[in-house]
């Protein structure tokens, strides 16, 4: 076989064969097919597509493109859950602690930032001390010990997408369905869990910003999970808006505390409640109603708070920040963004707002850029909220002043303001089982 071949067979609306597609990948982590190929396929794959049996294909050779994980060693029923990305979306830092301590087991392995997108990661290296990268025995050791654990994917795991992954990130080809299918699905079948649930979000700050587009990926995730024997489940939660009022990774880590204090912004706690009721009910742990109550009461009584402190510690983190988070640094400089004109906002460009935060330090432009930390948005303002000329909309950080003028002017242009107060929208648009 020949990569050229393969890339003008996609690049001219043709269906790869299943060898084709193993070929290609078993040669791209191998290091004999170069970036520039690759990176040719993933554009003519973003144009031209991909039916369901050539996704099915690619997520399964992402899946065997390295070491698949044995978690039996880990006692009790496993889950999982995977956001398709968005902008201040931090619910794993908040469901992961509710569920593990109601008693599954939470044996994740996350993501970094990609494209304008947060990742769990990055966040969680925020906290001083916290290892993404631990030896698989002690993973498994802390899972079955504190309930949880969150690293990073090891090299080991699913290599071929790690190498996709960093690749598309800079050249355009993130919000491409079969691509991030078979990205999503391709690791987390390499991992060994029973259950997965997947946030699939939709709207301007989502890869996918049609809600047609998001169901559709919704439904090819959980059926080729499904086909790989998981139970699967994936909600459709909107994405228009950035999720909470922190956008940055220190910023964001200390809003998941507060909702896990019960002290959260209203749409956070709402879909995080919905996405732990949703684990705990394919878990069978009763009833969604009774799920529902039972991942508030984690909220209320404490112990979904308690068990992130644990996890912390145990992966050799500052807990006790976690218990009292006003110990986070914050950014040397920041700097307040008014309203130029008085109305409602009416909406946002949620895309904008996450480039706006990457401008000040909190995401990456090259695979080399190094994160900072305290980097990031406060809103202070969010769509449905009334504004007169000069009232602040948000507070930007950053350790360098002189990123403030460009993130400001991305932060503006992305926000709608007209006289008449918009409809309220709801959160969660559906459910694909
Ligand atoms: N998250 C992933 O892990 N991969 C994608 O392609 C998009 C979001």
Redesign the pocket.
């Known amino acids: 076989m020949r990569m050229y071949d393969i890339i003008q067979k996609k690049r001219d609306g043709g269906v790869l064969s299943e060898a084709e597609i193993k070929w290609f990948l078993e040669g791209y982590v191998k290091g004999e097919i170069p970036d520039y190929q690759a990176a040719a396929l993933c554009m003519a794959i973003y144009f031209r597509g991909m039916n369901l049996e050539e996704t099915a294909a690619l997520t399964f050779a992402v899946r065997d493109s390295g070491e698949r994980l044995d978690f039996s060693e880990i006692h009790g029923l496993r889950v999982d859950k995977?956001?398709?990305?968005g902008v201040g979306d931090k619910t794993s830092l908040v469901v992961a602690p509710i569920v593990a301590s109601l008693g599954v087991k939470v044996a994740k392995m996350s993501?970094r930032g990609?494209g304008h997108?947060g990742g769990t990661i990055d966040k969680l290296e925020a906290i001083p001390g916290f290892k993404t990268s631990l030896p698989i025995d002690e993973f498994k050791e802390i899972v079955n010990r504190v309930g949880i654990a969150i690293v990073g994917q090891n090299a080991e795991l699913a290599p071929a997408?790690k190498l996709l992954?960093a690749l598309?990130d800079v050249t355009a080809t993130?919000d491409s369905l079969p691509?991030?299918v078979s990205?999503?699905m391709g690791?987390k079948l390499a991992a060994d869990d029973d259950c997965i649930v997947l946030d699939v979000k939709t709207g301007s700050g989502a890869?996918m910003k049609t809600e047609e587009k998001s169901r559709e990926l919704a439904q090819w995730m959980v059926e080729i999970g499904k086909r790989a024997g998981k139970r699967m489940r994936a909600l459709i939660t909107d994405m228009d808006t950035p999720l909470g009022y922190a956008i940055g990774n220190s910023l964001e880590v200390i809003e998941s505390i507060q909702t896990l204090k019960g002290q959260g912004p209203q749409d956070l706690t709402e879909i995080c409640i919905a996405l732990a009721a949703n684990i705990l009910n394919l878990a069978e742990k009763g009833t969604y109603a009774e799920c529902e109550q039972m991942a508030k009461d984690a909220i209320a009584n404490g112990t979904a708070l308690q068990c992130f402190a644990d996890m912390v510690t145990a992966q050799g983190g500052k807990g006790d920040w976690i218990l009292h988070p006003e110990q986070f640094p914050t950014a040397k400089y920041s700097y307040t963004v008014r309203a130029k004109e008085s109305g409602y906002i009416t909406g946002v460009d949620a895309e904008g707002y996450g480039v706006a935060s990457l401008l000040l330090g909190a995401g990456r432009n090259t695979k080399e850029d190094v994160i900072d930390p305290a980097a990031g948005i406060y809103l202070m303002a969010k769509t449905g909220d009334y504004v007169e000329v000069g009232t602040p909309i948000a507070t930007l950080y950053s350790e360098r002043e002189n990123t403030f003028a460009q993130s400001e002017a991305r932060l503006l242009q992305a926000t709608r303001i007209a006289k008449t107060a918009p409809e309220k929208k709801p959160l969660i648009l559906g459910v694909v089982e």
């Open positions: 995977h956001s398709t990305g993501g990609l997108t997408d992954y598309r993130v691509l991030i990205s999503i690791k890869f």
